[in-house]
């Protein structure tokens, strides 16, 4: 299978038709290989219009759904990124791509061993990649210019909030368990939140002391 190709399909066929026009974002989506995180057995279905399985009942997220979170956020490459839910590291890779510096959690230490690995063999050395509940977020590294929450949760944490800088904004999948809404959450500059609602979505579970509990 010629990946390259492939991924230039992705793109035009998933992203630009659909409405993706940050070119910086469609560079990212098309320099990034997705078939890198992904076992090589599904290899063949990295660039299908759909997520996959990655392992410990996770997924990676279908590529417009990366391409439009990633636009929602406005990088012009300047910033500090957290993203909460690293995965298969693939998200992570495109902010890296995009952005100054991206801090990146992830609770499942197998997914977060693998998912560093990958992102080492591709040369991408301004990530930073810490095990741990990422409800809570990272605290020592805070304020964020930007944060992105890959799980879908009840409400937005307030940690998470806390620890955005003024004129920051928030990604998040908000819902119930089996359905959510894409959220975008600004704090302006006298520290009010603004919320606004850019589309359904469906992602796994954000687990966590001020997420999902295990007995949801």
Known sequence: M???????????????????????????????PRHTFVEEAMSAQAYSDSSLPIGEKQTISQPYMVA????????????????????????????ATLANRVYTM??????????????DSLGLL????KIGDGSSGWEEEAPFDVIIVTAGAPDVPQTLIDQ?????????????????TLMRISKSDNGSIVKETLVGC???????????????
């Open 2 to 32: 010629n990946f390259d190709i492939a991924r230039k399909r992705m793109v035009e066929t998933q992203l630009v038709a659909r409405g993706i026009r940050d070119k910086r974002v469609i560079d990212a989506m098309l320099k990034i």
């Open 68 to 95: 439009l979170m990633t636009e929602s956020l406005q990088l012009t490459g300047e910033e500090k990124v957290l993203e909460i839910g690293t995965g298969s590291g693939y998200q992570a890779a495109i902010l």
């Open 106 to 119: 992830e609770r499942i230490r197998p997914l977060a061993l693998k998912a560093r690995k990958v992102l």
């Open 126 to 129: 301004n990530i930073n990649l």
């Open 164 to 180: 955005l800088d003024v004129g920051g904004r928030l990604i998040i999948p908000m819902g119930n368990q089996y359905e959510q």
């Open 202 to 216: 469906r992602f796994v579970k954000l687990m966590g002391k001020f997420g999902w509990t295990g007995d949801d």
